[in-house]
């Protein structure tokens, strides 16, 4: 089977299981999600094999869709930008 349709196999059963849409912001554009180790912030596994131990494992707790946005933020800061923005008082 080739690489890429092989990938992109288990993004579809990965989000298949997990859910089509982002957890934090509800982004539901294909392109933008992926998933996201709660557990392991800086893994040093390639994608691929994350997504095949995601379906492999099926741990909603461990593994959620989110969005490249929120990724970046979780990675950041350890908190989503959408959440932090709602938790910071207005001026």
Same mark, same amino acid.
Do not use: W
């Given at each position: 089977?080739?690489?890429?349709?092989?990938?992109?196999?288990?993004?579809?059963?990965?989000?298949?299981?997990?859910?089509?849409?982002?957890?934090?912001?509800?982004?539901?554009?294909?392109?933008?999600? %992926?998933? @996201?180790?709660?557990?392991? +912030?800086?893994?040093?596994?390639?994608? =691929?094999?994350?997504?095949?131990?995601?379906? *492999?494992?099926?741990?909603? %707790?461990? @593994?959620?869709?989110?969005? +490249?946005?929120?990724?970046?933020?979780? =990675?950041?800061?350890?908190?989503?930008?959408? *959440?932090?923005?709602?938790? %910071?008082?207005?001026?």
């Amino acid at each position: 089977m080739n690489q890429n349709k092989y990938y992109h196999k288990l993004i579809f059963r990965c989000l298949s299981y997990y859910g089509k849409e982002c957890e934090c912001c509800k982004e539901n554009i294909r392109e933008y999600l %992926t998933i @996201y180790d709660t557990q392991e +912030l800086d893994a040093k596994e390639s994608r =691929r094999q994350l997504l095949h131990r995601a379906v *492999k494992v099926k741990d909603r %707790t461990r @593994y959620k869709v989110l969005c +490249l946005n929120c990724v970046k933020g979780y =990675r950041e800061n350890g908190i989503c930008y959408h *959440k932090e923005k709602s938790t %910071t008082p207005s001026p």
